[in-house]
């Protein structure tokens, strides 16, 4: 699992291009949340937990963190601020 945040472009379709970018990587998020950006009014901080397991087609050909990387990289074209906040095992 992989946890990120990232603010949208004030524009519209921005968030549907976001989340775009982890379709397009095979990329299955399992919680999307929003936060008021403080002192900015109408702007969200989106709060995303990304699944990297084997379970996804595309891991069985590069490694998680591989992956992740290219979409992160592919959603600094797409959004305003991204922050990794962290990848850790999902204990069950």
Known sequence: MATIAFVAKNQSGALHKCLGVFSDN????????????????WRYMFYADIELTQNNKNLEKEPAEKILEVALKQLSGEAEDIRHLGTYREIN
């Not at 299955?28 to 900015?40: A, D, F, I, Y």
Request: aromatic share 0%.
């Open 26 to 41: 095979g990329l299955n998020l399992t919680r999307l949340e929003s936060r008021p950006v403080q002192g900015q009014p």
